[in-house]
Structure formats: structure tokens, C-alpha cells
């Protein structure tokens, strides 16, 4: 049976792949015949085939060097939010959009005074003739100066106790009350954002899930971006700003294979690559180098089987479990390689190891502890929700 799915996707992608092709149309072509996320149900624009099936298909892109289908936000975090929240004729319509490529979106969850706190935000939505006008302010909003969406927690019974009060409302982010300000991180990279959403409309068909129930719609968002893994197979960056949906596939393959994904560089460092630098820098034969790089082989050996696990058959407090360990292999990543580099890991700019691949990973390692929620939430989550430990 796998056999005869394998051999129908080769038989698809020889008649529908060519080096001509748009990134739209390469993307049209997987989602309408259900190839670009084959583990969806049919309804929703999938084959209704196993996780197992899907990363075969995956596997076979990745060996043919192809682009894969769409990645990012809408893919990883949007897309199992609607599947599990959103009405028949919400998935309907906007889960075929995503599997095309043709929306990014970002989360607008964190506020100023609501991180780990997340259910005491702020920001309010009123009705307003079938819409829905949007106050307030949003932080640390990875991408969001790329998406079209933004996934909105917003407050819409300000009398009722904090968690029951929100709905999760989908905004569109080209319009004249949304404001997106960029804000530069100690990597030196502008990921993140500050979004103003003044008098922002959010047509009323845009309300995943019961009015006032959008905590419970947040969590499978939260949990999905906890226990997300980087696509085996690189694709460029999907949405209308995102600038690739009209340049050929060719193109983007090549431009693939020379820069690899910002997320792969900054968190993507295994104990081979350590072994790899402590030859280059001839420090493989020190027996504390070597230990450490074992130590970090088999962190990262161990999280990936965890992944793979928890996408085969997810448990209780898995995607917590997941977020703790893939944060301790990058603080250890992190540790092991600057060890490795010795006084070299101080360099930074033209001078830094690897041209500054070690020195972002560095300065990068300590963002897996904190976005999704950071490790002490985590700890809270697995003590209260799956050991039933008392409350804080
Ligand atoms: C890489 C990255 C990407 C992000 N992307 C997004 C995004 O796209 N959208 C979005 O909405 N947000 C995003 N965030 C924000 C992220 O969700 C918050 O930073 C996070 O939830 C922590 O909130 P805070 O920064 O307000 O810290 P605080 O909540 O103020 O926490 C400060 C410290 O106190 C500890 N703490 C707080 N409460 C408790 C408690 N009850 N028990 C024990 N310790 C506690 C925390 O662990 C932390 O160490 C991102 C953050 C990062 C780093």
C-alpha cells in the first residue's frame, strides 16, 4: 500500500515538476492534488494519508533536491488551529490558501504586560456592524512585518474572569489600524516585532472557534509551535510580501541550496558540526572536546527521536516535554562550540568562526528558553496539567 502511494508520487511529481514553473504555481500544483500536506483529511485540501506517508513523501522531495511545499507560521501554527477549531466552512476556504503558499502570518499573542501571564492581555475587540474593531497593542511578534494574517488574542468580555474573556480573531495586517514596528535583537537580526492595531477591522467571519472561548483555541496554537520541527525539505518564504510566489522555482531551488533557512542557522548545530569544527580547529584529539561533543550527539540524537515520536503518537504534556528538550540542546550546542573555539568564540563580524555561523547560534541559543513560553511555564505546564501537582 505505501509502495503503490510512493510510486503514485513519483509518477505525479515526473508529470508536474519543471525548473519553469512559478513558486505559485509549483505550490497550486502540490495543494490541488493534495500532494503539499498529504497527512491533512481530504476535506481540507489532504490525502487523509498517515504522518508516516507524509514525511516519505517529504523524503522524496528532499532527494530530488526539489522545493517542498509552503513552510512558516500559517503552515506550522495556523494550519493545526483551524483543523482542530475552525467551522467546515472556515477550513474550507482558508486551509486551500495556505497549503498554496499564498498567506504568512504571525502570532499576536505577547503584550507589554502579558507574557507568561499571556491571559491577562489587554487589547480588546468590539463588535461593530458584522466586524470587529481592534485596540491595543501587540509585542515580540516574530515576522509579523512579513505576514498577511496575525493570529489575535483579543479581549472581547472585559467583565468575565481573564481566561474565559478572549477570542482569537484572524486580522488582516494591510490595513490602515495595524502598525508593525521592527525591533533589532542582540543576534543582529529584525525578526521581531511591536504591532499597533488602532481602530483595526476584523471581518466577523474571522473568529476562530466560540466567541470567548479563544484560550482554548490558543493552546493548540501554542502547542503546535512547541513541537514544531524546520521542514526536511527548504522551501522560500510563502505569502503575498514574502516576494517569491512569482519568481520560478528554479530560481528558488538555487537560492536554496547556497543560504540555508535563518531558522536552520541559528538553531540547527548538532554534534556533528561540532566534531566538524573541533577538526577544524584542531582540538579533536582533546578528550574533554570529544566527550562534549558526544554528550551533544546524543542530546541531539535523543530530540530528534522525541519529535518523532510525538508526531507518530503525541502524549500528554508532549509538546512542553519537546520545547524543554530542543532548548537544552541549544544552550548546550551553544556551549560545546564556543568550548570548541576557545578565545575565537569572542570574535565577532568578519573575523568570527564559520563567518559568524557559531557567533549567531551564540547569541541566538537562549530564544528556543523563552518564545512559546518560556521553561519555567513549561515546568508549571507539566507539573499542574500531567503530574496534577497543586497549582502555583
Ligand atoms: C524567539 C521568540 C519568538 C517569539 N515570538 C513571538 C510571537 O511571534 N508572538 C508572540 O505573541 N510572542 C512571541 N514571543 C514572546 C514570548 O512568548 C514571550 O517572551 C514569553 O512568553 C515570555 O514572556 P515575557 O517576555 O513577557 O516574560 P515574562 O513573562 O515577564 O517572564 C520573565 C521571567 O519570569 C519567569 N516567570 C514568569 N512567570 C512565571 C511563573 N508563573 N512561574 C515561574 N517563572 C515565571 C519567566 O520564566 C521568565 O524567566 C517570542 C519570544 C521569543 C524569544
Known amino acids: 500500500m505505501d509502495a503503490d502511494v510512493t510510486a503514485e508520487f513519483r509518477a505525479w511529481l515526473d508529470a508536474n515538476w519543471s525548473a519553469g514553473l512559478t513558486v505559485r504555481e509549483w505550490w497550486r500544483r502540490l495543494a490541488d492534488s493534495g500532494w503539499s500536506f498529504p497527512q491533512w483529511p481530504e476535506e481540507a485540501g489532504g490525502r487523509g494519508e498517515s504522518p508516516r506517508m507524509a514525511r516519505v513523501a517529504r523524503t522524496e522531495l528532499a532527494n530530488r533536491k526539489l522545493i517542498g511545499p509552503p513552510d512558516g507560521i500559517a503552515v506550522t501554527m495556523l494550519a493545526p488551529t483551524l483543523l482542530q477549531h475552525a467551522s467546515p466552512a472556515q477550513q474550507r476556504e482558508l486551509l486551500p490558501q495556505i497549503a498554496r503558499g499564498e498567506i504568512a502570518a504571525c502570532q499576536l499573542f505577547s503584550e507589554p504586560g502579558a507574557g507568561s501571564d499571556l491571559a491577562g492581555l489587554r487589547t480588546s475587540a468590539r463588535p461593530d456592524g458584522g466586524d470587529w474593531v481592534v485596540n491595543g497593542q501587540k509585542v515580540w511578534s516574530s515576522l509579523a512585518h512579513e505576514a498577511d494574517w496575525g493570529m489575535l488574542l483579543a479581549r472581547t468580555d472585559p467583565e468575565a474572569p481573564k481566561h474565559r474573556g478572549i477570542s482569537y480573531l484572524l486580522v488582516p495586517l494591510a490595513q490602515p489600524g495595524v502598525e508593525v514596528r521592527p525591533l533589532r535583537q542582540m543576534n543582529g537580526l529584525t525578526e521581531f516585532n511591536e504591532v499597533f492595531l488602532t481602530e483595526a477591522r476584523v471581518p466577523g467571519d474571522r473568529l476562530v472557534g466560540q466567541l470567548n472561548d479563544g484560550w482554548r483555541v490558543a493552546q ?104 524543554l528538550a530542543a532548548a537544552a540542546l541549544a544552550r548546550r550546542a551553544r556551549d560545546v562550540d564556543l568550548d570548541v573555539l576557545g578565545p575565537a568564540g569572542l570574535l565577532s563580524g568578519p573575523d568570527a568562526a564559520l563567518g559568524g555561523e557559531v557567533e549567531l547560534m551564540a547569541l541566538s541559543a537562549h530564544l528556543v528558553s523563552i518564545g512559546g513560553g518560556t521553561d519555567e511555564i513549561q515546568k508549571n505546564v507539566l507539573a499542574e496539567r500531567v503530574l496534577g501537582l497543586p497549582r502555583e
Open 220 to 323: 493548540a496554537t501554542l502547542a503546535a509551535e512547541r513541537s514544531r520541527v524546520p521542514s526536511a525539505v527548504p522551501a522560500p518564504p510563502a505569502g503575498q510580501r514574502g516576494g517569491w510566489l512569482d519568481r520560478t522555482v528554479g530560481e528558488a531551488a538555487e537560492a536554496l541550496r547556497t543560504a540555508a533557512s535563518t531558522a536552520t542557522r541559528m538553531y540547527s548545530r548538532s554534534g556533528r558540526a561540532a566534531r566538524r569544527l573541533a577538526l577544524q580547529y584542531d582540538v579533536w584529539s582533546d578528550d574533554v572536546v570529544r566527550d562534549n561533543v558526544v554528550q551533544l550527539h546524543i542530546l541531539s540524537e535523543a530530540s530528534r527521536a522525541l519529535m518523532a515520536r510525538l508526531r507518530a503518537s503525541p502524549f500528554d504534556g508532549g509538546a512542553s516535554v519537546a520545547k
